[in-house]
């Protein structure tokens, strides 16, 4: 990745599960030394703190805390493309990857042909209809793509933010009935487990490369921690077994960084009261610094 102004956005948003601590992941990825490492591979780093969230009483709804989620992906909306349109990446920092649903549409608000990685052990591809748990982390690309709440599709200018065919899953090991209807039917280009250790990570990302360079005007990578496999992030919130090595994953992130097509990112869902010794945290610092081209030589 050409070297860049780097604007980082915390998001210290919990709600949108039900198990505590990725609130403190935006703590925790800053405490791994996130400023030091980009100030050598950036022109200029401006970390602009917190998105404040604002919890109330969480109250009968379909959704648990639908007003706070959506308050806090507006805000997140108006800071990114804030920071875009001022000439400086994005790169956001969970938070439950609810937040993804701020994201993305800040992101789609400068590109009107956006492409989207996305790396998770899940696909986030509920609605209410379809989500077992009813918690809004589980939703945030089925939102992106048009699917979901009123509430939640309203953030951002437009109501659909990605379009099927320039999204890529990698790293998927964990979907519902309802999610697995939902790729089959947008026919969204996915690689699971077993693409990965069939095709090899280097033929992955060349694939998912092509595919979300053609005709878009930008790319963004929502990372969430626990595509890793839980014996390398322990530290997340939904871990599922046999996933992603940290190896492939900073292959994956080196390949980005050469093909140089990144235009905003997010790295989500790292919680500290589940990692040993912030080792999550610390993955995620030194895969970003892979993807803003830090090398070894």
Do not use: C
């Amino acid at each position: 990745m050409n070297r860049t102004k780097v604007s980082i956005i915390g998001v210290p948003l919990d709600l949108g599960q039900t198990r505590r601590g990725v609130d403190m992941g935006p703590s925790a990825i800053r405490y791994a030394g996130l400023e030091n490492n980009l100030q050598d591979l950036a022109d200029e780093v401006l970390d602009h703190g917190d998105i404040q969230i604002i919890k109330g009483k969480e109250e009968k709804q379909k959704l648990r805390y639908l007003k706070e989620i959506v308050a806090a992906s507006q805000a997140l909306t108006k800071q990114i493309k804030k920071a875009e349109e001022a000439g400086y990446f994005p790169l956001v920092l969970g938070g439950d990857h609810s937040t993804a649903i701020g994201t993305i549409a800040g992101v789609a608000e400068t590109k009107e042909n956006l492409g989207l990685i996305w790396f998770d052990a899940h696909g986030d591809l509920n609605t209410m209809d379809t989500s077992p748990s009813g918690n809004i982390h589980g939703m945030p690309l089925a939102v992106s793509l048009g699917y979901g709440e009123p509430e939640l599709l309203g953030v951002g200018s437009t109501t659909i933010k990605v379009k099927p065919e320039n999204i890529v899953l990698i790293g998927i090991r964990s979907l519902d009935d309802g999610e697995k209807e939902r790729i089959k039917q947008l026919k969204i280009k996915t690689y699971t487990m077993h693409e990965i250790d069939r095709l090899g990570m280097t033929r992955v990302m060349e694939e998912a490369i092509a595919h979300v360079s053609k005709d878009t005007d930008g790319v963004h990578l929502s990372f969430d921690l626990d595509a890793l496999d839980p014996l390398e992030a322990p530290g997340v919130g939904t871990p599922v077994k046999g996933g992603i090595t940290y190896r492939e994953s900073h292959l994956a992130m080196e390949m980005l960084a050469e093909a140089d097509i990144i235009t905003s990112a997010e790295f989500v869902e790292v919680n500290p009261i589940l990692d040993q010794k912030n080792q999550t945290a610390e993955a995620a610092v030194a895969l970003i610094g892979s993807l803003f081209g830090q090398k070894l030589l």
